[in-house]
């Protein structure tokens, strides 16, 4: 079983529509969560931490379930510029290592 | 602020000879890190970084691959007698230790 897994998609989805992705992990003593965006031939970037008690910003909704071991992201109103790939990371405080996942692709669609 | 540079951002080279890909982390970041990527795949740890500690090497796919970081700031990765199966992108990224990674553009490598 990999350290994380991520439906790699694509989800095609409507502009406006909401459309929300899961992130499975293996490692219970993961404690740091994070979804960063890649678009295509671009490097990752940060888009938002995952918080235990869940964390929102604008059409974005984190939520983190410690005890299924996954993380989400929720997008709200999708629009065109949201198409990219989302990627799942993983860290274990004290320790240096992020774990990603292969990626959910994402295409809104006019 | 400057973020995290690469160079090259792309090169191409023959089977068999020697590359080297370099990193400039943001300034006054400690950690920093190696990753791979195909096309199409995940991000690969090759290797990693921290101040003045030894390096963690565990994700070098073989002895071809080695990688330096001088004065705790630049970061030199070599790739020798390279094999077409090492074509993909090289990506940088650096940590202040706060746990966010801050990814550079990274360099396409193409062996033909």
């Known amino acids: 079983r990999k350290e994380v897994e991520q439906d790699p998609g694509p989800f095609n989805v409507p502009e406006g529509a909401t459309v929300a992705f899961n992130c499975t992990y293996s490692n219970s003593a993961s404690q740091s969560f994070f979804w960063y965006r890649q678009d295509c031939r671009k490097e990752p970037k940060l888009l938002m931490s995952?918080?235990?008690s869940g964390n929102e910003d604008g059409r974005f909704t984190a939520q983190l379930n410690r005890a299924s071991q996954y993380i989400s992201l929720l997008i709200r109103d999708s629009k065109l510029s949201d198409s990219a790939t989302y990627l799942c990371v993983v860290h274990t405080s004290g320790t240096y290592k992020y774990i990603f996942g292969t990626g959910t692709r994402l295409k809104v669609l006019a | 602020g400057a973020g995290v540079s690469q160079s090259p951002s792309n090169k191409v080279t023959e089977k068999g000879k020697d590359v080297e890909l370099r990193c400039d982390p943001i300034s006054g970041h400690t950690a920093l890190y190696w990753y791979r990527q195909s096309l199409g795949q995940g991000l690969e740890f090759l290797i990693y970084f921290q101040g003045n500690s030894a390096p963690d090497k565990s994700g070098l796919p073989s002895d071809r691959f080695s990688a330096e970081r001088t004065g705790g700031s630049v970061s030199t990765l070599t790739i020798q007698r390279t094999q077409q199966e090492d074509s993909a992108v090289y990506l940088c990224?650096?940590?202040?230790?706060?746990?966010?990674?801050?990814f550079g553009p990274g360099t396409r490598l193409l062996v033909l």
């Open positions: 995952v918080y235990s």
């Open positions: 990224a650096s940590s202040s230790g706060l746990e966010t990674q801050y």
